[in-house]
């Protein structure tokens, strides 16, 4: 669940939260609609995005309080064109999260920088953070089976998300545009999920379920419900693939079931 993102504002939506009480009442919410995962994005003072560690304690803390350990918290590294790779992974190293997100084309845009993203990947797996890699394309997919054959990338501790559509394009996702992902993916070992751009975010997320996958959804990528109503909260978002999940007769997982996935990867 990702109920805020980097670059939305009130403007988008006014129940957008930013704050960290809002983030964990809505985490709380959420919670109860059926999420497992909370995707942190924090903000600064004049509502900007941020990696700053002062930004981020705050919300972790009040997250904390609100839901316990019954929701993994995700630290976003996202760059916004703002941070290098080296801030990304020193809030990561600093905070030391239960799990973390990182862009595979931001922390390791080039061959230069492999050596760095080698060293934090396998600190992650040895400090038990758990990773998960973003894809944007099937070329990425094939770049992520790359680093993994090369030991950048350590089998065990993380997974990869697959994102459907773009923010800045405006770009609505559709369901089939997961398709080249998967037949890329082939039979990795690693868990997968989706998010998806747009309206069709349920859809996508319903079938990235009927094909082996998990899903992510809320505010940061999507702020429509499937009928074309705007929703209320991040947590209509999450109970409708709830709901899908419940007729397909898919079992919700919770946050001791996603750690489970990752308890015997060193």
């Known amino acids: 669940m990702a109920p805020t993102g980097a670059r939305r504002t009130r403007a988008d939506h006014p129940a957008l939260p ?38 981020y304690r705050p919300a972790l803390e009040a997250v904390r309080r609100a839901v316990g350990g019954r929701m993994i918290v995700q630290l976003t590294t996202e760059a916004v064109g703002r941070y290098s790779p080296a801030q990304q992974m020193a809030v990561v190293r600093a905070l030391h999260p239960e799990a973390a997100s990182v862009a ?6 080039d061959e230069a920088s492999l050596a760095a993203a080698a060293g934090f990947f396998d600190w992650m797996a040895r400090e038990r953070v758990i990773a998960q890699v973003i894809l944007y394309s099937a070329d990425e997919v094939r770049r992520y089976h790359e680093l993994c054959r090369r030991g950048v990338i350590p089998a065990g501790r993380h997974w990869v998300l697959f994102v459907l559509g773009r923010y800045q394009a405006q770009q609505a996702a559709e369901p089939a545009e997961l398709l080249p992902f998967l037949a ?32 992510r959804v809320g505010f940061e990528n999507n702020l429509w419900l499937p009928d074309g109503t705007r929703a209320a909260g991040n947590e209509q978002l999450v109970a409708g693939v709830a709901r899908a999940a419940a007729l397909l007769a898919y079992p919700l997982a919770d946050a001791d079931t996603i750690r489970g996935w990752f308890s015997s990867g060193e």
């Open 18 to 55: 930013l704050l960290p009480a809002e983030i964990a009442e809505t985490a709380a919410r959420c919670l109860e609609a059926g999420a497992a995962l909370l995707h942190l994005h924090v903000r600064r003072p004049d509502g900007s995005h941020s990696l700053e560690v002062d930004d």
């Open 104 to 109: 595979l084309r931001e922390i390791a845009p």
């Open 184 to 215: 890329e993916w082939g039979g990795a070992p690693a868990p997968w999920a989706v998010c998806a751009f747009g309206r069709q975010e349920a859809a996508c997320a319903t079938l990235a379920l009927t094909l082996g996958g998990h899903a």
